[in-house]
């Protein structure tokens, strides 16, 4: 499965972190469980409704991520650090789908608690939006890790930055509805999609534009749909390279870490029905 003696010293301190991560991360879910129950009797029956969806929502997304936090890989390039089944590429896009998919719901969801509470109507329709939106991302995920071609990849990470733009833009359209923690909790969101996006646009999209183009000038053959469907569940390649993982080594830490906190602080968030300016 994994010859520890063999991992460099770089890839077995970012694993372990990882690892690490992960169980920091399912205790503050239960933490966060804790907290929340404490403070449902008080709540709206709106607000109450949309935070136990808020914490299932954040449950799947921490699960998902500590699977993978634990069993890292490269869908596209096919790698994966633990040589086991259970790492095989279908098995972490299908966790890896749940999970984010959970995450952006999340963003969904306080987006309609807004909405709900203020009638901002920009917070509904992006509510409305930016789920259809990363479920066409998973598609291209999907379509990327199938045939190994890297457009997939391009275009999934660009609608996530467009969902991540226009959470950004309902936020800052909303914000000078509120007052005190409110206020405060969304120019905390601001600042995060903001940088995110500028992460996205800057950073990671331009890798994978890269990382196609340069497979379209060695004419690359991607390999068909069917024939990758059965890749993903078979094909895999074990490497403890240091250069295999440097790039993970960077996104990999902050979505499974910063992320999943961002995820776990949105469940006790401010409740968005209180210090409206309008009260």
């Known amino acids: ?34 907290v929340l129950f404490k403070k449902l009797p008080d709540m709206s029956q709106m ?11 954040a449950s799947i997304y921490t699960i998902g991520c500590g699977f993978r936090s634990i069993l ?4 596209v390039r096919r790698v994966v650090l633990v040589d086991h089944w259970i790492s095989a590429i279908a098995i972490g896009r299908t966790v890896a789908t749940i999970a984010e998919l959970a995450f952006v719901a999340q963003w969904a969801f306080i987006l309609h608690e807004i909405g709900k509470s203020t009638g901002n109507k920009t917070a509904t329709m992006v509510s ?8 066409v991302a998973e598609c291209f995920s999907w379509y990327a890790c199938t045939t190994t ?4 990849t391009m275009v999934e990470e660009s609608l996530w930055a467009l969902a991540a733009a226009l959470t950004l833009m309902a936020f800052v359209n909303a914000r000078p509805l509120y007052k005190g923690q409110q206020r405060n909790f969304l120019t905390a969101g ?25 497979n379209e000038a060695d004419g690359k053959v991607y390999a068909t749909l069917l024939e990758g469907l059965k890749q ?13 993982w440097q790039y993970e080594f960077v996104w990999m830490t902050l ?25």
């Open 1 to 34: 499965m994994i010859d520890l003696s063999q991992i460099p010293t770089s890839v077995a301190i970012w694993w372990g972190g990882m690892s690490a991560i992960a169980i920091f991360n399912l205790v503050m879910l239960f933490i966060t469980r804790k």
């Open 47 to 57: 607000v109450r409704s949309v935070r136990k969806y808020q914490f299932l929502l």
């Open 72 to 75: 890292p890989r490269g869908d």
């Open 128 to 135: 409305k939006v930016i789920v259809p939106l990363i479920v």
């Open 149 to 152: 071609n890297f457009f997939g």
């Open 190 to 214: 601001i600042i995060s999609a903001f940088g995110y996006v500028i992460y996205m646009v800057t950073v990671d999209v331009p890798a994978y534009v890269n990382h196609w183009m340069a």
């Open 232 to 244: 993903v569940a078979t094909v895999w390649r074990q490497t403890y390279s240091h250069a295999d």
């Open 255 to 279: 979505y499974f870490s910063v992320a999943v906190w961002g995820s776990l602080l949105i469940v006790n968030g401010p409740e968005m029905d209180k210090n409206l300016k309008s009260d």
